[in-house]
């Protein structure tokens, strides 16, 4: 199982960017997926989770600025952020709770990363 990340890059401040990640290889089904990021210095820390039923939830500081959505037809899951702000700044990852098709359980996946840059 992989994830592909896409669609980071540099972006002024007030800026949009979309995010997107899918998921390939053997897959059963896949539960939760969801982003992360990690800014220098600092820990990872969650931004938004989609489960495969139910509604999303996304840390408190992107509430209003950025929306989860996904695509289980495409094992994608995208993430759309507006109103960027140098703080944004980070390396965005990728999470997926897959079941391999090869696997009785389920396992927990990360994606390569991808840069966001938010600078004037």
């Known amino acids: 199982v992989q994830l592909v990340e896409s669609g980071g890059g540099l972006v002024q401040p007030g800026g949009s960017l979309r995010l997107s990640c899918a998921a390939s290889?053997?897959?059963?089904?896949?539960?939760?997926m969801g982003w992360y990021r990690q800014a220098p210095g600092k820990q990872r820390e969650l931004v938004a989770t989609?489960?495969?039923?139910?509604?999303?939830t996304y840390a408190d500081s992107m509430k209003g600025r950025f929306t989860i959505s996904r695509d289980n037809a495409k094992n994608t899951v995208y993430l759309q952020m507006n109103s960027l702000a140098p703080e944004d700044t980070a390396v965005y990852y990728c999470?997926?709770?897959?079941?391999?098709?090869?696997?009785?359980?389920?396992?927990?996946?990360w994606g390569q990363g991808t840069q966001v840059t938010v600078s004037s």
């Open positions: 989609s489960p495969n039923v139910g509604s999303p």
């Open positions: 999470n997926a709770k897959v079941r391999p098709s090869t696997a009785l359980f389920q396992n927990n996946y």
């Open positions: 290889g053997s897959i059963f089904s896949i539960n939760a």
